[in-house]
Every structure is written in C-alpha cells, then in structure tokens.
C-alpha cells in the first residue's frame, strides 16, 4: 500500500520564479492537506484541498495557490518566490469523514530559492 | 490563538538513560494531541495520538501522556538507543476544526549518544 507521494524531492529556484510541487495521497484517502516547514521549526498549516476544493487556508499570502484533481492527487504553487520561501513543503493525505481524521504525511520537496 | 510549545528544544542522552520530552498549548479545546517523528530532511512519521478525552497512550518503549486542563503533555521513551535520534514535533487538532488541521510546535532534537 503506497503512503503519501510527493515530487520532486529537491529543486532550486531563483527570486521571482514561480514552482509547482506534486503529491499523490496514500491509497484510499480523499483530502490533501500542504505544510511549509522552515529550517528548524515546525510545519505551518499553508491549506487543505477535498473534492477539488480549498476547504481552509492559513496565513499565507495568495502568492500560494493549490489544485486538486478528480484522483485525489493535489498540487501546490508558489508564484514570485521570496528567499523566505525557502523551506521543505509537506503534504499529508487524510480520510474525511473518519473521525479522528488522521494524517500521514509524505517525505516532503525541499525548496531551495537563491 | 493557540500556541504550542516544546522544551527543551535540544536534548542530548547517553544511551540507556529514559527521555522526556514535554509539549503545553495554551488552549485547551483540542480534538486530540499527536507526537510525530523526523529524521533530517525528511517527512514526519505519526508515533502516538491521544484523543481528548484519553490520559495516555502506549507504544512499546513509548508512553504519551495528556493534561489538557492544564495544557500539558509528556512523550516519555524509555532505555533510549542510537537509533531514537531524531526531532520530535507534538501537534494539537483545535476542537473546532473538521477539516484535520494541526498546529505544531518547533520541535526537540534529540541525540542518543553510544
């Protein structure tokens, strides 16, 4: 059984560029949730996608968007990259629905931006 | 605003010696509370999750344990070995979300020595 995929597992942009990061949830989950983990403290919720929609955001500016497609699988964009952006972007899959509502979590894309 | 908050934030232990680990949130309407590992660089793999009406939780030499009055939880590891070297990140699921977002704190580093 697959866990949480995610793609690429590194990339390096520069200032101003824009990025796109993948992830595919673990088999028989529906709801994708995207964090940003800086160097050093602990993952910041960014948004969470289920049934193609942005069900809840965190405080991060519009410059972050999202997608989820029909196969649950879900993408996160970040257009006129900062420095600050720099930072490994975690996607976790879940069940809606289950009650506890767990989540696993990919490996994650370490985003370098120069 | 919830806040969650983890000390030490570094931890260094000879090898055999018991581990405490301590996580407060200054609300205290949560879902329930989860104790997360992470090895460099990579993704958070879910250890132990304690529901909000439970005290504690055990998993072989792990024991978690659950103050929500007073807003406070242990993750306690016992015999430690080389290999429990990692960062260990507790998250809180506010009561009011529906959605499975977490808030996490920074996180303890901890290193086992031989």
């Known amino acids: 059984d697959a866990g949480v995929t995610q793609s690429p597992t590194h990339l390096i942009k520069t200032r101003g560029q824009q990025v796109t990061l993948r992830c595919s949830p673990k088999s028989g989950h529906d709801t994708v949730s995207w964090y940003q983990q800086a160097l050093g403290q602990g993952p910041q919720f960014i948004f969470q996608y289920y049934e193609e929609e942005e069900r809840q955001r965190g405080n991060f500016p519009d410059r972050f968007s999202g997608h989820q497609f029909p196969n649950y699988s879900s993408e996160l964009n970040v257009n006129a990259l900062l420095l600050g952006d720099s930072a490994l972007y975690l996607c976790?899959?879940?069940?809606?629905?289950?009650?506890?509502?767990?989540?696993?979590f990919g490996a994650g894309s370490r985003l370098t931006v120069l | 605003k919830q806040e969650v908050t983890q000390i030490p934030a570094a931890l260094s232990v000879p090898e055999g010696e018991n581990l405490v680990l301590n996580c407060s949130f200054t609300d205290s309407a949560i879902y329930n509370l989860q104790w997360f590992r992470q090895d460099p660089g990579k993704g958070l793999t879910s250890l132990l999750l304690?529901?909000?009406?439970?005290r504690e939780q055990t998993s072989g030499r792990l024991n978690a344990s659950l103050d929500k009055s007073s807003g406070r939880s242990t993750l306690y590891i016992a015999a430690s070995q080389p290999g429990d070297s990692a960062t260990y990140l507790c998250?809180?699921?506010?009561?009011?979300?529906?959605?499975?977002?977490?808030?996490f704190g920074a996180g303890t580093q901890v290193v086992v020595t031989p």
């Open positions: 976790a899959s879940s069940l809606k629905g289950t009650g506890a509502n767990v989540l696993t």
């Open positions: 998250a809180v699921r506010p009561l009011d979300d529906s959605w499975g977002k977490l808030q």
């Open positions: 304690i529901q909000s009406s439970q």
